[in-house]
Nanobody, 121 residues
Framework: EVQLVESGGGLVQPGGSLRLSCVAS????????MSWVRQAPGKGSEWVSG????????FYASSVKGRFTISRDNAKKALYLQMNSLKPEDTAVYYC??????????????RGQGTQVTVSS
């Protein structure tokens, strides 16, 4: 059974940091490109960042570039998102999914349930 389980979300003040994790099982994680996608209340899904299967190519949405860092550890079957300088508009449910870009990740059937990130004072 394919499983992606996210963790690390929570409540943080503006300007703060969080590190999200996504642990995979049930499929060969190391051969898949992966992304983080978020969905804010009442809004559609927004692709945040993608990383190639071997980690060589990395992409970010303009809204998070310079503040977020995606990484992966294929030996641990894990995907990470380091989020710094958080803003209230970053508030959303964050989930990981297979795929390198918005089109593939948002439509992916391999995705987790998500972890809530709330940025508020």
């Amino acid at each position: 059974e394919v499983q992606l389980v996210e963790s690390g979300g929570g409540l943080v003040q503006p300007g703060g940091s969080l590190r999200l994790s996504c642990v995979a099982s049930g499929f060969t994680f190391g051969i898949y490109d992966m992304s983080w996608v978020r969905q804010a209340p009442g809004k559609g899904s927004e692709w945040v960042s993608g990383i190639q299967s071997d980690g060589r190519r990395i992409f970010y949405a303009s809204s998070v570039k310079g503040r977020f860092t995606i990484s992966r550890d294929n030996a641990k079957k894990a995907l990470y998102l380091q989020m710094n300088s958080l803003k209230p508009e970053d508030t959303a449910v964050y989930y990981c999914a297979t795929g390198l870009n918005a089109r593939d990740a948002i439509r992916s059937t391999r995705r987790g349930q998500g972890t809530q990130v709330t940025v508020s004072s």
